[in-house]
Structure formats: C-alpha cells, structure tokens
C-alpha cells in the first residue's frame, strides 16, 4: 500500500487504513511511505510491514533508489498495490515491480499503468473538495470494506510518551496545569502561517487567564517560524527547537495538552485524532478537502475575494490571515478551555 507524503493526508487516510485491515485480517499488509513521516505510524496495527522510500539529493541516486526498489519489491511478488497517492511515480512503480493489481485513482496521467480505476469527483473539468477520509474511504469500499470509519486514528509507542513526559518535566510542567500546544509553522508554505506576533499573544494571554504552560513546536523547516514566535512572548514558553521534536514524541505532547492552537497543518489531525481540543486558523486552503467529524475543533477563516486560493506564497497582502484577529482565535481557545477535562501529565 503507498501512503501519501503529507503529514495531514496520512492521518486523514486511518480509516480506510483500518477499514482494509478489518476487511483482510490474514493478509500481510505493507506500508510504502517516505521516511521524514513514517513515525506517524509509531505503535499502529494497521500493517504488518512499513517500507521506505529510498532516499537522496541527487537525480542519479534518486533514479538508482527507485529502480533499485522496483527490483526488491519485484522479488516479493506482491499481488496488489493500492494507490492512496496520486502521483505517477507511485503507479509506474508497482507497474515496474511486476504487481499484476495495481488500484488507485485515474490522475496525473497514470490510467494506463492502473488495472482498477476510480475517478475522482470533477465539475467543469475542475476536482471538486471531497473531504480526504472519504476520498481514501471510497478506495477501501471498492476493495469490498463495508464499513469505513469517519474518524481518523493514532497511536503513541511507549519510546514516543517517555519522550513527551521528559519534555513536560525539564518545563516544570505539574500535573493538573493547563497545557497549551502552539504550531505556528506549515510546510507547505508561509501563506498557510498566521502572523507570529499574533501566536505569541494568545500564548501570553492564555497563560495568564489559565495559567497555561506553553509549547511553541515546530518542523525541522519550521524552526525560524518558532523562534519569531518566541520573540514577541512576553511569558515563558518551551520551544520545542533544538533539538526538534519528533513526530511520535510530537503525538504523545499533543494528546496530553488541553489545547492546540495551530495553522491548517500536519498537527492539527494529531488532535482530531485524539480528541484534543483544536483551534485551526485556515488562509489560503479550502477546509473542504480535511473536513472531519471532531466535535472538539474549531476552525477559523474569513472570506475573501481571492481565496481559497491553494497558493503556497501570497501574491498579494496576506489578507486571509491578516483578517483573522487574536480576539477571534482567543474567543474559540476560551470557550474549548472552559469544557476541558484534565489531561494527564
């Protein structure tokens, strides 16, 4: 089974993950997924197996990597390969392998490489937002799963809480105290990021309402989003920076915290995962696509002529984001702090 690369899109794609599991219980199961995500994995039992993309800067090695895994995955003689990307690559690639099933969606110019096509949703030549759970669920029906789950799940190793738990301890974190989990970055690209000075004012005003202890994370290519975060704090806050926290560390902090703030990124399907409440800012994507069943988020985005727009960089000034005051995200982190219920710590 190939995986999606982004972070969100692999949480998203869980239940139909645990919708084929429950459908082939004796089938050996393997994952193929890039490496920088592979810990979002950590401690599922949805595969039997997790395989990695190879790995390299350069095209020749990249070219040698892939060929090199046609060949090993050719030896396994697997008898499907379905397609959770859309990518070319990912199809050409069981083609190559010799895998005499290959099921996926009819995009990118694959449809000659499939054997089991489905068609996305289109109007006037254009996809239509399909939310990504019933996107990835329809591959899963089409494979004979009569049930597909709604919601998206995760698990946490043993590795991955002892990590959070050392991390929550060098804060002086107590049991009790309101943990308050700010992502101020995204990796698909600055438009996606609300102001920093903005995140850093609700971190200083959600400390003092509720004596909230504050972690600013971040990605490898997020740590300057952080820091510039942590500039405008005028309250202590741990920022998860040097070293970086890990996904499956990542995981295990944000199902414990009472609260996460965050740009419609990779963490924010953590929480939905795990039920922890979530305030999401959205600028220049369309919430359609990652639409989810959580009772517990809380999702912030101001209309504007030009959006959503799916640009990584902003052409013009950043209007969608701008628009979107501290009092408003403020208002939504409140009223989810009012319900909470004690994490433990």
């Not at 396994?76 to 990518?87: G, Q, V, Y």
């Not at 959205?282 to 988020?297: L, Q």
Request: hydrophobic share 40%.
């Amino acid at each position: 089974m190939v995986l999606p690369n982004w972070v969100g899109d692999l949480v998203l794609a869980t239940p139909a993950l645990r919708a084929i599991r429950t459908t082939y219980p004796k089938a050996h199961i393997a994952f193929l997924v890039k490496s920088h995500v592979a810990d979002v994995l950590g401690g599922g039992d949805w595969m039997d197996e997790v395989i990695h993309w190879p790995s390299g800067r350069d095209r020749d090695t990249r070219r040698q990597g892939f060929l090199g895994l046609a060949g090993q995955l050719r030896k396994r003689k697997f008898d499907w390969a379905i397609l959770l990307t859309n990518s070319f690559r990912s199809a050409l690639l069981a083609r190559l392998a010799g895998i005499k099933r290959r099921i996926g969606y009819d995009r990118e110019g694959r449809g000659l490489l499939l054997t089991d096509k489905l068609l996305p949703e289109k109007a006037d030549g254009k996809f239509v937002p399909v939310p990504m759970i019933r996107y990835y669920g329809a591959i899963a029906r089409y494979l004979g799963s009569r049930e597909v789950p709604v919601r998206p799940e995760l698990f946490t190793t043993a590795e991955d809480e002892s990590i959070a738990q050392q991390a929550l301890t060098a804060a002086g974190v107590t049991p009790g105290r309101p943990l308050v989990v700010i992502n101020p970055g995204a990796s698909f690209g600055p438009a996606k990021c609300w102001l920093p000075e903005r995140f850093a004012e609700v971190a200083d005003r959600l400390g003092e309402a509720h004596d909230a202890a504050v972690f600013i994370a971040c990605g490898p290519k997020e740590i300057a989003c952080a820091r510039e975060v942590a500039r405008h704090l005028r309250r202590p806050a741990t920022v998860l920076d040097n070293p970086v926290m890990k996904l499956g560390p990542l995981k295990a902090l944000i199902k414990r915290a009472n609260l996460l703030v965050t740009n419609d990124t990779g963490p924010r399907h953590f929480a939905n995962a795990f039920g922890t409440p979530v305030v999401t800012i959205f600028g220049p994507t369309d919430p359609k696509w990652t639409e989810t069943d959580t009772p517990r988020e809380r999702s912030l985005m101001v209309k504007v002529h030009c959006g959503p727009c799916m640009k990584r960089r902003c052409p013009l000034d950043h209007r969608c984001m701008k628009w979107i005051s501290t009092e408003m995200v403020l208002a939504s982190a409140g009223e989810l702090l009012a319900e909470r219920t004690p994490q433990s710590v």
